[in-house]
């Protein structure tokens, strides 16, 4: 099978893995190990020999290496779980980034248009306000000069009019209290 172990050139594939190498170095020793023993005529519940020592070392030092890889593994797999995890996060992230990116383009778009639009009514009405300041200008300059003409001319009929309530009041003061004072 496919090793799971990560070490410094990846995965293991055909177990060429440092773990591997020193396992299968630890089997080809104990078996020459046994082999010698058997050949000398030994059993393995004979005494402790130079031989069964490193025997035992190299046993020991492969339990200590699968122990290791064991714990290499778990490490490895808390560690790519992290990674999908926050991979899809990233992505998800990107994603939505770029969607956001495009509705807040296209309402940038939207805002612009909407403000020049306002900004060529404002100009329309700023220039329809000047327009109808200054015609307000004129009809004001066009008014005052017909109530300068208006007054002046109320004031020749005043006079004229005082002066006709004059010429009655000085005619009826001068006229005789009857007509028959005035003909005897």
Known sequence: GVC?????????????????RVMAI??????????AMVAAGMSQEAEVTPVSKVLDLLTSLKADVEAEGKSEAAAYDKFSCWCRDATKSKSDSIISGRDNIQELSA???EKTAQK??????LKDRQAKAEQMAAELKDTEARFEKARAEYDAEAADLSKAIRGLENAIQAMEGSKPTSLLA???
Do not use: D
């Open 4 to 20: 799971r172990l990560p070490f410094a050139s990846g995965y293991c594939s055909s177990g060429q893995c440092s773990v591997h």
């Open 26 to 35: 630890v089997s080809k020793m104990r078996i020459a190990v046994l082999a």
């Open 107 to 109: 309402e940038i778009q």
């Open 116 to 121: 020049e639009e306002s900004e060529a009514e």
């Open 182 to 184: 005035i003909r005897s």
